[in-house]
């Protein structure tokens, strides 16, 4: 059964740092979003993707944030200067929509760690 | 802006037993959706709810919807050991852009 991957699956970092968290969807997936989760805390919606745009971003996803689909396959989520409350596990999704029920199939998750 | 709440926030069940999860929203949602999360792993959906009355079953979970009431419940029957984790519900006000709100999550543990 097709499945969203995500790497790394841990990525530690510093402070200030830039990091790149790589996703690839299910291949005939048009919609892509990245979802960020505190730990013990519940699921936050960073942004969304369709097109080759972002179609919604949240009061999260500042300038520090970039998303890009590079190529026909990956999705990736860029934070230019790492702050500590960054840190959390960083979720990617996929869905079709448009082609009757549905929903968001999600990625094993990265988890960032900023020192 | 879509709000979505649960309680109870945790639950601890006996094997057996029966209880449901309550999850609220705030404005019309167009679909209402149920996720399983173990600890440190992703989330793995269990429903897609679409309209009013719509109610959904897997093994000994049940799902509904009122959107009347802007009312989703998750009944779980005779409780079993594997059905420990945290369940979340999600809503969407955007129909066409799909950004799910996320509930605060249920966490349940079933003792034997």
């Known amino acids: 059964e097709p499945e969203v991957t995500q790497t790394p699956s841990h990525q530690v970092t510093q402070m200030g740092q830039e990091v790149i968290l790589r996703c690839v969807p299910i291949s005939n997936h048009l919609y892509f979003y990245w979802y960020r989760q505190i730990l013990g805390q519940k699921v936050e919606f960073l942004v969304s993707?369709?097109?080759?745009?972002?179609s919604e971003k949240s009061e999260i996803f500042d300038d520090q944030f970039s998303v890009e689909r590079p190529d026909g396959s990956n999705f990736t989520l860029k934070i230019r200067s790492t702050k500590l409350e960054d840190s959390a596990m960083y979720f990617c999704?996929?869905?079709?929509w448009g082609q009757g029920p549905d929903t968001q199939y999600f990625g094993p998750g990265t988890r960032l760690t900023v020192l | 802006e879509l709000k979505v709440e649960q309680n109870p926030l945790f639950l601890s069940m006996q094997e057996g037993k029966n209880y449901t999860i309550y999850c609220n929203y705030s404005t019309t949602s167009d679909r209402l959706y149920w996720y399983r999360q173990d600890p440190g792993k992703s989330l793995e959906s269990l429903f897609v709810l679409l309209s009013n009355g719509a109610v959904k079953q897997e093994g000994r979970l049940m799902a509904s919807l009122d959107t009347k009431a802007r009312l989703s419940t998750l009944h779980i029957t005779a409780a079993v050991h594997d059905l420990s984790a945290t369940y979340f519900c999600?809503?969407?006000?955007?129909?066409?852009?799909?950004?799910?709100?996320f509930g605060t999550g249920t966490r349940l543990t079933i003792i034997p």
């Open positions: 999704a996929s869905g079709r």
């Open positions: 999600a809503g969407n006000s955007n129909f066409g852009n799909e950004k799910l709100t």
């Open positions: 993707f369709y097109n080759n745009e972002i």
